[in-house]
């Protein structure tokens, strides 16, 4: 129980194109999504919040217009980094919070196992 | 504002050698406390979560508790496999419940 699953694991792409991140729980329903970005040798750092059919709320210092969140259902989010350059490359990692039946009664976050995004 | 620290940053044990990584909290409210376990190049892996002062939770070679100021996962006779980073984090108020990560306790265990 508790799959959380990111598409793609990796990404190269050119200074100046888009790329989507794909974040699906696979075996429950997320109440709330949430997109973080780590640089090497850091702790996760929360990009923005999301929840299913709402616009997500971004943390400070993160631009709305360059990282764009979109929650389409109960078990699928998308990180859609625009306009992409150099200093976007990074580990993405997306979590899911919700109750997982088969764990009991408790709402956990469960993680993502990343997508890796180079910019050249 | 919540505030989580985590030490050491890194520790080195031999197979076999027991030790403990402390998490100290500063929360206007706890709001339960979170262990999670990653490797490097994925995300991290849920072990705990506990609630109130004395609760204890074990998994494993590993056992967490926690007190009104802190949290200590306790790694017992560990093996290489145990090799990993270890986060702790609190959760925000409001329905989201945000997370609050430390830095991390770096653990590796030599064979």
């Known amino acids: 129980g508790a799959v959380v699953s990111q598409h793609p694991s990796r990404v190269i792409c050119k200074s100046g194109t888009s790329v989507k991140i794909e974040c699906r729980s696979l075996?429950?329903?997320?109440?709330?999504m949430f997109w973080y970005r780590q640089f090497p040798k850091q702790s996760l750092m929360l990009m923005a919040t999301?929840?299913?059919?709402?616009?997500?709320?971004?943390e400070q210092g993160v631009e709305k217009d360059k990282f764009l969140i979109n929650h389409a259902s109960l078990t699928l989010s998308t990180l859609t980094v625009t306009s992409a350059h150099p200093e976007d490359s990074s580990f993405y990692i997306c979590?899911?919070?919700?109750?997982?039946?088969?764990?009991?009664?408790?709402?956990?976050?469960?993680f993502g196992p990343g997508t890796r995004l180079t910019v050249t | 504002e919540d505030q989580v620290t985590q030490s050491p940053e890194a520790l080195r044990l031999q197979e076999g050698e027991s030790s403990s990584l402390n998490c100290s909290y500063t929360?206007?409210?706890?709001?339960?406390l979170f262990w999670y376990r990653q490797d490097p190049g994925k995300g991290p892996e849920f072990l705990f979560t506990?609630?109130?002062a004395g609760e204890e939770k074990e998994k494993e070679r590993l056992k967490a508790t926690l007190t009104k100021k802190e949290s200590f996962l306790h790694i017992t006779a560990p093996k290489p496999e145990d090799s990993a980073t270890y986060l702790c984090?609190?959760?925000?108020?409001?329905?989201?419940?945000?997370?609050?990560f430390g830095s991390g306790t770096q653990l590796t265990v030599l064979p």
């Open positions: 979590s899911a919070r919700g109750r997982v039946p088969a764990l009991g009664p408790a709402y956990e976050q469960y």
């Open positions: 075996d429950f329903q997320a109440t709330t």
């Open positions: 999301s929840n299913e059919g709402s616009k997500a709320t971004y």
């Open positions: 929360v206007s409210g706890l709001r339960g």
């Open positions: 506990l609630y109130s």
């Open positions: 984090a609190v959760p925000a108020a409001g329905s989201a419940r945000q997370l609050t």
